[in-house]
Nanobody, 115 residues
Framework: QVQLVESGGGLVQVGGSLRLSCAAS????????MAWYRQAPGKQRDLVAG???????NYADSVKGRFTISRDNAKSTVYLQMNDLKFEDTAGYYC?????????WGQGTQVTVSS
């Protein structure tokens, strides 16, 4: 089992940046995959970026070149650096972790991009 707590969301202007954090209740080395998802009102929850325990990353096409996922094993924290934010990035952002083929979710943090 793992508890995940997100932080760092907020209101930002188009073209701005935000960094989201996801703190895990257990060592990163024991979590197979950590990922960020987002969900806009009325839409499904989609993968934004993921990072494996080996450090391999993957990104949704819509965020490649703008978002970067990283992790700090010492702090058991995963980050999502979001640059050049666009209106369409507005959503609830959720941290997900997979341990022994079971997925756990954080409570989410809202990101709103405005003009």
């Amino acid at each position: 089992q793992v508890q995940l707590v997100e932080s760092g969301g907020g209101l930002v202007q188009v073209g701005g940046s935000l960094r989201l954090s996801c703190a895990a209740s257990r060592s990163m080395s024991s979590i197979d995959v950590m990922a960020w998802y987002r969900q806009a009102p009325g839409k499904q929850r989609d993968l934004v970026a993921g990072i494996t325990s080996a450090g391999r990353t993957n990104y949704a096409d819509s965020v490649k070149g703008r978002f970067t996922i990283s992790r700090d094993n010492a702090k058991s924290t995963v980050y999502l650096q979001m640059n050049d934010l666009k209106f369409e990035d507005t959503a609830g952002y959720y941290c997900g972790g997979v341990v022994a083929m079971k997925r756990y979710w954080g409570q989410g943090t809202q990101v709103t991009v405005s003009s």
